[in-house]
Nanobody, 123 residues
């Protein structure tokens, strides 16, 4: 079993920044990719970003150039740095773990999910 705990969400003005963290514990001795997803009220959960086991990153077009991701292997923690935030970025953000070296953009591919952290953007 794996537990994922997100943190770092909150209220920020449009144009501001937030850094989300996702700490993994439990069965993390195997290689894994981490995905970031978000879900706004009334909308489906959508892919935001992913970071592979080797540290390669991938982003949805809607956040490309504004978001970055990194990972700290020693801490089993993955980060999502969100800059130039827009009102449409407001959502609950989830991290998800997928065993193996590949990343995926599909919700159904991930093995474990965090509880989510709320990101609110004021305009």
């Amino acid at each position: 079993q794996v537990q994922l705990v997100e943190s770092g969400g909150g209220l920020v003005q449009a144009g501001g920044s937030l850094r989300l963290s996702c700490a993994a514990s439990g069965r993390t001795f195997s290689s894994y990719a981490m995905g970031w997803f978000r879900q706004a009220p009334g909308k489906e959960r959508e892919f935001v970003a992913a970071i592979s086991w080797t540290g390669n990153t991938y982003f949805a077009d809607s956040v490309k150039g504004r978001f970055t991701s990194s990972r700290d292997y020693a801490k089993n923690t993955v980060y999502l740095q969100m800059n130039s935030l827009k009102p449409e970025d407001a959502a609950i953000y989830y991290c998800a773990l997928k065993y193996g070296s590949r990343w995926y953009s599909e919700v159904g591919e991930y093995d474990y999910w965090g509880q989510g952290t709320q990101v609110t953007i004021s305009s």
